[in-house]
């Protein structure tokens, strides 16, 4: 499956329609309207109903739409109210909190094909995002990766994790650094997107913002959640390539083919010694580039 590019996504609360209008202008990869932990319990109703007008009215121009649903389970089932109030939306993709389990990611999959197909919708069409932010959602990663052919990209949820299993955060997060890294595992080892967990302090330089998303992308991470629209775009920025990371990765490409014809395997460029896994990487750099608009022929060489 091709995914659309997800550099940022970001969160604005679902009742709130003049923070949709405004995140709809903001030419972003993909904004979610929050039914979850952005809303009040007595607001629940009001969200759905402003998400599903947002999602009719107004114009998101090339922006993703994605609603974040509650969590999926039967003691407080506010999820299926959420679907069944948002899906004449025709949002993009819905995102599902506190995943712990495969059959929380079928149940919303299988909602999704019967509303396709009532609609006449392009059948898997809508996408499914998972967020794990539990100690069971982290145990249980392989088999949620694995459920649904909707899901396209599993996200990474430190503060909830955090107050699940009875740790600190930390700046340097060394206490989630486990379940960080294996959802990005599981998230490549099934072709999908990992998105990571947002950067909370609204305080912070603008320079400890960058150190995080800059972990994140050295992780594999592909794109981050963000609560606020100032951290927008340091976090498209840095998940885009550099134009020198791009022409790097160009004369390695060339290097390459140059000793495939050649007959030569392992090679030496630059000072190191490059086989086929520096070659995928370089070619990962060059596709991210096209992905986020780059005219790789337009830069200087």
Do not use: C
Not at 85 to 90: A, C, L, M, P
Not at 160 to 165: E, K, P, W, Y
Not at 232 to 238: A, D, E, L, S, V
Not at 252 to 280: C, K, N, W
Request: glycine fraction near 6%.
């Amino acid at each position: 499956m091709n995914y659309r590019l997800r550099r940022a996504l970001l969160f604005m609360p679902g009742d709130d329609r003049q923070k949709i209008e405004k995140g709809a202008g903001l030419d972003l990869d993909a904004v979610i309207m929050d039914l979850e932990d952005g809303v009040a319990l007595n607001h629940k109703e009001q969200a759905r109903e402003t998400t599903r007008y947002a999602l009719q009215e107004v114009d998101f121009g090339t922006t993703e739409t994605m609603v974040r649903i509650n969590p999926v389970n039967d003691e407080v089932p506010l999820w299926k109210a959420d679907l069944d109030e948002t899906i004449e939306g025709n949002p993009d993709a819905y995102v599902i909190p506190k995943v712990e389990k495969a059959s929380q990611v079928r149940r919303v999959a299988d909602y999704l094909t019967r509303a396709e197909r009532k609609y006449g919708w392009i059948a898997g069409s809508i996408q499914i995002l998972a967020i794990i932010e539990t100690a069971k959602g982290v145990a249980n990663l392989k088999k949620i990766a694995r459920k649904s052919d909707r899901l396209s990209a599993l996200v990474f949820g430190a503060e909830d994790l955090a107050g699940d299993i009875g740790a600190t955060r930390t700046p340097d997060g060394w206490e989630v650094f486990y379940a960080r890294s294996a959802v990005v595992l599981h998230a490549k080892a099934n072709n999908l997107q990992a998105i990571d967990t947002p950067f909370v302090d609204l305080t912070a330089e603008d320079s400890h913002l960058i150190a995080d998303v800059e972990q994140a992308r050295y992780m594999g991470y592909t794109g981050k959640l963000a609560i606020h629209p100032k951290h927008m775009p340091h976090i498209q920025q840095t998940f885009t390539p550099t134009d020198e990371q791009i022409l790097n990765a160009k004369r390695l490409i060339e290097a390459h083919e140059a000793h495939q014809d050649a007959g030569t395997g392992v090679f030496a460029f630059e000072g190191r010694m490059v086989d086929m896994p520096m070659v995928r990487a370089a070619q990962s750099v060059l596709s991210q580039a096209q992905a986020a608009g780059v005219d790789l022929d337009a830069l200087p060489t």
